[in-house]
């Protein structure tokens, strides 16, 4: 075939790398069509792993499995010693050990600028040796293998760090959702384990004797033979994970550094320390399978990044775990003021009246029935006023023992928070209902003593046999007798009212 009618060939091949084809249909039509228009017999082309120096791929034309494999171990796999100017050149006379000679072939690497991708090879040419032309079309072609290999791995590092990007962001989302220490710990290790398409993802801490644990681990084997394994005091990578530097491995298995007893399942590694602002949490490991391709650089810096950003999320979380805890505390503490401020005073006062009943009962004796009278409205008195602190004290408890919340900012919030919270209690949600703009009419002072009286009815509530719903109603347009505007609390609810009837409803009303 003339020079001139290769160009048709040639264009088609180099047009082929902007079209819809995919990398590996790219690069083996490049092979076809440099062995068409060489005229030679065989073509190969290797792709070498990044930063590896061996062969990822292979495509061939014109062998059987048996001439792949040889040619797979003739082909180079070193990163260095090539020609500068990636130009092809014609080799012969090499002697595979213990084979026939090789027969002469040329070749050139495929490369974009310094980079190396890998090499085009081309061998037996039917009609003689290898032509100036010959050499210049290879050159065309392994170039244009290049680009296509530089762009789809381009195109993939981008989906890698979009991938790594949004693993973390759900990775942070999760974790400030309130999970406790146990359930952080796992999402991060399976979420890294996904990501890095890991065969474990692996939690260490440090323990009290100086060394490291594996306290969570996410795989698909069963964990029960990786948690619990240690790395002990003054092991090599434990010194590297506790100075805050990621260490990594290119097999487990035969790694001197690595000392824990599972190390034999593995083969490539990352250990990530999960550090936040000089406090050291743990450390991420992410070992593959024995025989797995290593981690590139790529997929440390990610993980790396992510580990980073993994250990501020659990920073955050352990905080917003104590802000959470931090506010129960204060909730108790205005319990027990209300305790105080309530009842303890309330019971000062029965104490007193029953005091003073005593002393006139005692008098009672001289002074006939009056006194005897007015003895009995005071102890009646008191055994409303014990029945009332009664009611507070449960009241006090049922507050206690609502789930912890941040405060609404709403009135209505705060109603629907108190409804909310007796639904755990009562084993259904109360309704709830408003009339009127409840929020900007009802204020600070009124609404607590809303709040109060609706606690108090739901706590009677919880305690009255057969209640199986609860009505709240919150009337904020209610007029009083005088014309003044108020509020009105309703709480109706359908179980024994202890005089045969089925209902019991509590009203409350307060100027607004």
Known sequence: MTSVGRLPLLLEAVLSIGSDLGLRATLQQIVDTATTLTGARYGALGVLEPDQDRTEALYTTGMTEAERERVGRLLPERRAGLPSEGGGREQGGGREQGGPPAPAFLTAPIQVHTQLFGHLCLAEKSSGPFSETDRALLHVLASQAGIAIGNARLYESARQRERWIEGAAAVTTALLTGTDAADALMTVAESARVLAG??????LQPTEAGGM???????????????????????????QLLGGEPVFIDDSATDPRMTTDVRSRFGPSM????????????????????????????DRLLATQFASQAALALVMADAQADREQLAVYEDRDRIARDLHDLVVQRL???????????????GATIGGESGEQEAGELLGRAVDELDSTIQEVRTAIFALQ???AEAPSTFRGRVLRETGGAASLLGFPPSVHFTG?????????????LLAALRGALAAAHRRPGVSAIDVAVDATVRLPDGRSAVRLVVADDGDDGEGGRSTTVTWEAPL
């Not at 890991?198 to 939690?203: D, Q």
């Not at 084997?221 to 434990?238: C, F, M, N, Q, R």
């Not at 250990?271 to 602002?277: A, E, I, V």
């Not at 029965?350 to 005091?355: A, C, D, G, P, T």
């Open 402 to 404: 609502q789930p912890p």
């Open 198 to 203: 890991a065969s474990a993802g692996v939690i």
């Open 213 to 239: 644990e594996i306290v969570t681990a996410s795989t698909l084997d069963d964990p029960a033979g990786i948690v619990g394994a240690t790395i002990a005091p003054g092991s090599p990578v434990l010194v």
């Open 348 to 362: 000062f006062a029965i104490e007193m009246m029953l005091e003073s009943t005593r002393r006139r009962a005692t």
């Open 271 to 298: 250990m990530l320390p999960l550090q936040s602002g000089g406090r050291l949490i743990g450390t991420l490991a992410l070992p593959r399978r024995r025989g797995a391709p290593p981690y590139t650089a790529v």
């Open 437 to 449: 703009a409840v929020d900007a009419l009802v204020g600070e002072e009124t609404g607590r003593e």
